[in-house]
């Protein structure tokens, strides 16, 4: 009877050690489960999950979410106007994974500072959004960085690190939002994109090594694009089908195309330095666009327009480029005004088959070839400074009823303008002395007028090869190294018809008026000269 007590007894006290055990488990346990990292500093109340903290009741607008460090696998919903902010970018991960967005928001006045958001459909999410601050944030390995869908009225994307997403950030149908000091860089498409939205300022990202552009606007109105730096990328900053906007005091460097406008009117592109691309500024189907300021150097083309009309070029550089300075390609109407294009492989300034564009005032130097024309008609070429180019400082080849008036052509090794089958041309009262061989030469052009030029101290004044029915009358050639005015025949092909008359040829070296004795027709009438060689 004792020995079975004792042994109740024993039991006993090993069923209430083991009951104590498994309590005491449990509580461990319970400990270890529950990490609460995610802190509403308005209530004190403590959460394990961000999106546990946001659904609470006790959470209401414009409290404060505090979130340690930790990796949290979560797509957030955030439909409350608060505070979150992450213990360390580097740290405080939110991570999508791969099946939604790390956070979509559609509450106003948010705020979201200082965590990485990672490996979702969208890193960060606005739709139909307003007055949010979205600031010092990494945004990686999403589709899309950052997204802004119908998100409207002073929300700012700042200071964020965007980097590695297919796309880095991107507005849609969204207005009146800064997208302002963000590393945009290493994107597969675009690194900041805007599409059909309208008056928002984008300044002072780095859009860097993303695979297509750094910068674009598609359909996009009223927008300011500027001080941001452009770089390594396919295209700098690209403008598709997208007016009224301006693109400012950017660095566009070392892209295949620096600005591109395509389809694209009546925008302001200002004071940007595009250096080292492919093109500098490419208009290529844009109407109604001002071009100025700018710096275009170290191209292969400065500014190009190109099957374009209406827009204007002033005041911009376009030095040291492998091709050509300004180049107009089938383009109509355009204003190239006041700039210096200087120091370029070939031309300054050229066109290719453009028409009725005026190109006045702009200063042409150290170029191959000044300002050429090729192909092109009905333009007006006036009141330009062309000097110390290798070849001439005026070529008109091919085209017909061009203006040549009021320019100065000096120093130019080959000489100063030059007709090369080109007719119906007129040109009066320019400046062309001092030039290495001509001064003015028509090679195989008709039907042109010559009028009241200056064509001194070169080698030859006037020189008409090939070349009939042209008149030629009150211009001073004087002072050259040979012939004032002369009229010959090349390769067979005789100058006939000419006109040569008042016109002062005086204190020529050789002769005042030369004529090679062939061709029919031509009338010397009412000259000033001293010596002739018939």
Known sequence: ??????????????????????????????????????????????????????????????????????????????????????????????????????????????????FTFQNGYGGISLSYSSGDTITNNRITLNQIGVTLDGSSNCNLIERNHVADNVEGIKLYSSSYNIINANQVVENVGVGIRLDYSTDNLVSHNNATLNVYCGIQLVYSEHSNVKKNVATLNQIGIALH????????????????????????????????????????????????????????????????????????????????????????????????????????????????????????????????????????????????????????????????????????????????????????????????TNNGEYGIILYGSDNNKIEENQAKKNNYGIYLFASSNNIIEKNVAAKNRMYGIAVAQDEGINSNNNKIEQNKALTNEEFDLYWDMTGMGNIWENNRYKTKNW
Not at 62 to 67: A, D, E, P, Q
Not at 69 to 87: C, D, H, P, Q, R
Not at 91 to 108: E, K, L
Not at 354 to 382: A, H, P, Q, W
Request: aromatic share 6%; glycine share 8%; net charge negative.
């Open 1 to 114: 009877m004792e020995r079975k007590t004792t042994t109740g007894i024993m039991l006993t006290l090993l069923s209430i050690g083991m009951l104590t055990l498994a309590f005491n488990i449990q509580l461990v346990k319970a400990n270890v489960s529950v990490t609460r990292a995610v802190h509403n500093i308005d209530t004190g109340l403590d959460y394990t999950r961000i999106q546990e903290a946001i659904d609470a009741p006790e959470t209401l607008d414009g409290h404060t979410i505090l979130v340690d460090a930790g990796t949290y696998y979560e797509n957030v919903f955030l439909y409350k106007s608060l505070k979150l902010i992450g213990e360390n970018p580097e740290t405080t991960i939110v991570d999508g994974s791969g099946i939604g967005d790390g956070i979509h928001v559609i509450a106003n006045n948010v705020m979201i500072n200082g």
């Open 241 to 432: 089908a997208s007016e009224r906007n301006v693109i400012e005091d950017n660095e566009v460097t070392h892209n295949s195309e620096g600005i591109l406008l395509t389809f694209s009117n009546c925008n302001r592109i200002e004071a940007n330095e595009a250096v080292e691309n492919g093109n500098g500024i490419r208009l290529y189907y844009s109407s109604s666009n001002k071009v100025s300021h700018n710096i275009a150097s170290d191209n292969s083309e400065g500014i190009s327009v190109q099957f374009s009309y209406d827009n204007k070029l002033e005041d911009n550089l376009a030095v040291s480029n492998s091709y050509c300075g300004i180049h107009l390609v089938e383009s109509e109407y355009t204003i190239v005004q006041m700039n210096i294009a200087s120091l370029n492989a070939e031309d300054g300034i050229v066109l290719h088959s453009s028409n009725n564009n005026k190109i006045t005032e702009n200063m042409i130097e150290r170029n191959y070839r000044g300002i050429t024309l090729v192909e092109s008609d009905y333009n007006r070429i006036e009141a330009n400074t062309c000097v110390d180019n290798t070849r001439w400082g005026i070529v008109v080849d091919g085209s017909e009823h061009n203006v040549i008036e009021e320019n100065i052509a000096t120093r130019n090794q080959h000489g100063g303008i030059i007709l090369y089958y080109s007719s119906y041309n007129k040109v009066e009262q320019n400046e062309a």
